[in-house]
């Protein structure tokens, strides 16, 4: 039975990116099927509303969903907010299809190791942060003002369930990686830690074949920058996730590089997933042909290794992104003196091309 791939190309540079990675995808996998459907700002334009209900018929129906990046400043100040493409689409997007597992990988590519921010025998890193999106302090009720606005509140809270599944998805994952894996938390001062800690220690027993260790968040801020080569996959909740996910992705260098999937259970048999770039719509370069597809085009090979377990498929998109980038070749975002300037088909044509 071939799969089917819900696309969600959204606005600004999403159409544009999201096209090169559906080249590169049919490329690879002649028997992908895909099916397009309204996002974001061009679903308010056509349809009055940023997550039409034909959207999330077809995303459940989908064994996938690519997604290109919502907003724009003509979205972006709608009232309500649940107009705005990000809260009106993408939340309750994320929301409905129990995308609970985000999965970032921060992997620097060799031709690329100069571009990092942090010295080039330091920057060489390939790691996972899992972190855990559905729950914990950005979900907990109550949150608000008290006392006419001079108190705020927000409450973190965990349960065992939500813990469990995140750490057997991480476990899952640095299995099929170099099975070390790093639980952060802060452990010596939260409650919610304390469980996290004790729920991954149980978890931990079924899949003996990995290292596991426990570190607190602060030390784990620290030691990303000062050696992010130790770390292999790192689990954790979702605030703490938040924050080392963009610390762990800046180490390889631009935005328009990082993959990234948001992972729901198992659907008859495939782990269901939404993959996108980490960026965004990018308006001010949007339609000019000058966007870098390699993050969607990473999030395609992305979505061949979690849901459709196609290791060789995702390894050959891989492969085929680092030769183009070894041979000099490079959009408007990462070009240096001496490199070739291409804009984003013509990239996009020439991942292909290695394919
Ligand atoms: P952005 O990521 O769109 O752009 C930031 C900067 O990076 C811009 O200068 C842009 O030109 C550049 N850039 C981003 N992606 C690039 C690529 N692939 N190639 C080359 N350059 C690239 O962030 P922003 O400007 O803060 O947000 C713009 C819009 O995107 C806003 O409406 C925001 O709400 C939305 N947004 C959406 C998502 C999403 O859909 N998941 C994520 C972040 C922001």
């Excluded at 028997?31 to 700002?41: N, P, Q, S, V, Y």
């Excluded at 899952?172 to 220690?201: F, G, H, Q």
């Excluded at 993050?295 to 290791?311: C, E, N, V």
Aim: with cysteine.
């Amino acid at each position: 039975m071939s799969h089917l791939v819900a696309v969600l190309a959204g606005d600004g540079i999403g159409p544009e990116v999201t096209h090169e990675a559906v080249s590169v995808l049919q490329a690879v996998r002649p028997d992908l099927r895909f099916e397009e459907a309204l996002i974001g700002g061009a679903a308010i334009d056509s349809v009055g509303e940023p997550l039409p209900a034909a959207t999330l018929d077809l995303c459940r129906k989908a064994s996938a969903v690519l997604l290109g990046a919502v907003g724009g400043p003509k979205w972006d100040k709608l009232e309500p907010v649940t107009l705005r493409p990000e809260v009106g689409a993408l939340l309750p997007l994320r929301r409905e299809l129990n995308l609970y597992a985000n999965i970032r990988p921060a992997q620097t590519m060799t031709p690329l190791l100069h571009a990092s921010p942090l010295k080039e025998e330091r920057s060489k890193c390939d790691l996972i942060v899992v972190r855990e999106l559905t729950g914990g302090i950005y979900f907990g009720q109550p949150r608000g003002r008290q006392n006419e606005g001079a108190t705020a509140l927000d409450t973190c809270i965990y349960h065992k369930h939500e813990v469990e599944r995140i750490a057997r998805r991480a476990f899952e994952i640095a299995l099929t990686r170099r099975s070390v894996l790093v639980s952060v938390d802060k452990a010596n001062v939260l409650e919610t830690s304390r469980l996290w800690r004790e729920t991954v220690d149980v978890v931990a027993q079924d899949y003996p074949q990995v290292s596991l260790s426990h570190m607190l968040v602060d030390n784990c801020a620290m030691q990303l920058i000062r050696d992010p080569g130790q770390f292999d996959v790192i689990l954790t909740e979702n605030m703490f996730g938040d924050i080392l996910s963009d610390e762990a992705s800046m180490i390889t260098g631009s935005l328009g590089l990082l993959p990234s999937a948001s992972l729901s259970d198992a659907k008859e048999g495939s782990v269901f997933g939404l993959y996108e770039p980490v960026h965004g719509s990018a308006p001010d370069i949007a339609g000019q042909d000058k966007a870098n597809p390699i993050a969607a085009i990473l999030s395609a090979a992305m979505m061949l290794d979690l849901s459709f377990s196609d290791q060789s498929g995702a390894a050959k998109i891989r492969n085929a992104v680092e030769e183009v980038l070894s041979e000099g070749i490079r959009t408007g975002d990462i070009y240096e003196e001496g490199s070739r300037l291409v804009g984003t088909k013509e990239m996009g044509r020439l991942i292909q091309s290695k394919l």
